[in-house]
């Protein structure tokens, strides 16, 4: 794998209620990545940017919300996030980043 495409595989980090549960209770992080990222991209991708020891990496693909308007049916674009647990010890904090 180059560098260029592990580098753009994280395209922002997914900030929701979810989100914030699944880092209490697991110190998991969640991610938006491109649609066409595997599981070791993202790992190596997050260990790469954030100086991080990633322990595990689940993906859930969300399809868009079909919207009606007065011209019809329009299909929102779809998503895919990565939930990235963390090693003991590990963390990343958003907050500081701003």
């Not at 919207?67 to 963390?86: D, F, M, S």
Request: avoid cysteine.
């Amino acid at each position: 794998m180059n560098q260029e495409r592990i580098l753009k595989v994280l395209v922002a980090p997914h900030i929701s209620e979810k989100a914030a549960l699944a880092g209490d209770a697991s110190n998991a992080v969640v991610f938006r990545v491109t649609p066409t990222a595997t599981k070791l991209e993202i790992k190596r991708a997050v260990e790469l940017l954030f100086k991080v020891k990633v322990e595990a990496v689940q993906v859930s693909n969300l399809k868009g919300k079909l919207k009606r308007n007065r011209h019809g049916e329009n299909r929102r674009p779809g998503i895919k996030k990565a939930y990235v647990r963390l090693a003991e010890g590990h963390d990343i904090d958003f907050a500081l980043a701003e």
